[in-house]
């Protein structure tokens, strides 16, 4: 058995690649954290922390973005999460919508690339607003359905439904995972590929 070789083009791909895609996270700020009652709380940390993590690993650029912290309204990004984004800049709103503050907008734009893996609280918001704009204008917009929460499971569900009917792609921790490893021979990436599946409960440590 022998794995084709070159690579197939990464950036051209039409599945995501660590060469196609961006990581944009909105939102995972205490207050907003607090608030999801669509699924457990500290397993949706431990899932956009792992996601984040691996972005890290496998030189995935991420936008990170929260809202009201210039206020005074709202505290910065949870800090496990923090721990793994450390100094990435974090783009500071107002709006709601994300896609509506130009300083966050130039950043998504800056990358250059067209397949947004978008994580945000709230669902029913902060997540479908940007999305939707995005979509408009022409970018693929995934969502890894558990690493994003709603204020209820109704609103989360709802929300879903919207975006998959305007055109997102509904994905999970573990297929992005696989899709941007891909190849178990792509060794380098292996041990932060891994690390993933382990932390939420895909794989069991001592099967590695």
Excluded at 14 to 36: A, F, G, K, R
Aim: aromatic letters at 6%; one cysteine or more; proline letters at 3%.
């Amino acid at each position: 058995m022998s794995s084709i070789t070159p690579i197939r083009d990464q950036k051209n791909d039409h599945m995501l690649t660590p060469e196609n895609t961006v990581l944009i996270l909105i939102d995972y700020q205490p207050l907003q954290v607090n608030s999801i009652n669509s699924m457990d709380r500290n397993d949706m940390v431990r899932n956009i922390t792992a996601l984040a993590e691996m972005a890290k690993g496998f030189k995935v650029p991420i936008v990170l973005s929260t809202v009201n912290v210039g206020t005074g309204r709202n505290t910065e990004t949870v800090k496990l999460l923090k721990s793994v984004l450390k100094d990435d800049i974090s783009y500071d709103r107002t709006s709601i919508n994300a896609w509506e503050d130009q300083e966050f907008l130039d950043a998504v734009k800056a990358v250059g690339r067209n397949k947004l893996l978008i994580c945000a609280l709230w669902t029913e918001a902060c997540l479908t607003f940007p999305t939707l704009d995005a979509l408009k204008e022409g970018y693929e917009v995934y969502t890894p359905v558990d690493c994003v929460g709603g204020t209820s499971k109704i609103a989360h569900d709802t929300a879903l439904g919207r975006l998959q009917q305007a055109g997102a792609v509904l994905t999970s921790l573990t297929q992005v995972s696989c899709e941007w490893q891909r190849d178990w021979n792509r060794e380098s990436t292996v041990p932060v590929f891994a690390k993933a599946l382990v932390s939420n409960g895909s794989f069991l440590g001592e099967t590695l």
